[in-house]
């Protein structure tokens, strides 16, 4: 296993090499990523989001470094045994950082944006709570 980077304070460390598989990621966004990106971008949601953010061993679709949550948009790539097995141990691996994991359907994206939205906004209301943010959080 190669070394793990951890810059700028962050507090999940990452293997460099990752980043430019990250760049090429967010290159080829599937539908769904890129829909959503438009909804996360910006602090439009109060919080900044990287997309395609290498953190550990893995790259995920969507990190909130303030609130340590990871918002994964699943296709049917994940429907496999293997493919299941494999997000379980990379999303434990993750976790172990205080991270939260927020799995949200590619369909779903699709279909109904808005629902997506909401349900990504009241897992922030409910971290904020956790962690004692509130309107003066910025």
């Known amino acids: ?27 080829e966004s599937t539908l ?6 438009k909804k ?8 900044q989001f990287n997309r395609q953010k290498p953190l550990l061993y893995y790259i995920v679709d969507f ?24 997000d379980a141990k990379r999303q434990k691996a993750i976790e172990a950082y205080g991270v939260v994991f927020l799995r ?10 808005d629902a997506v939205v909401w349900a990504i906004e009241a897992k922030i209301k409910e971290l904020e709570e956790a962690y004692g943010l509130g309107a003066d959080k910025i």
């Open 1 to 27: 296993m190669k070394d793990l980077k951890n810059t700028k304070g962050l507090e999940i460390p990452y293997e460099k090499e990752l980043k430019l598989k990250a760049r090429q990621l967010r290159k």
């Open 32 to 37: 769904s990523e890129v829909l959503l990106w």
């Open 40 to 47: 996360l971008k910006g602090k439009s949601l109060g919080y």
């Open 63 to 86: 990190f909130c470094p303030q609130l340590k949550l990871v918002i994964e948009v699943d296709g049917i790539s994940h429907d496999s045994p293997k493919a299941q097995q494999y």
């Open 104 to 113: 949200i359907d590619d369909i779903e994206v699709k279909r109904n944006i």
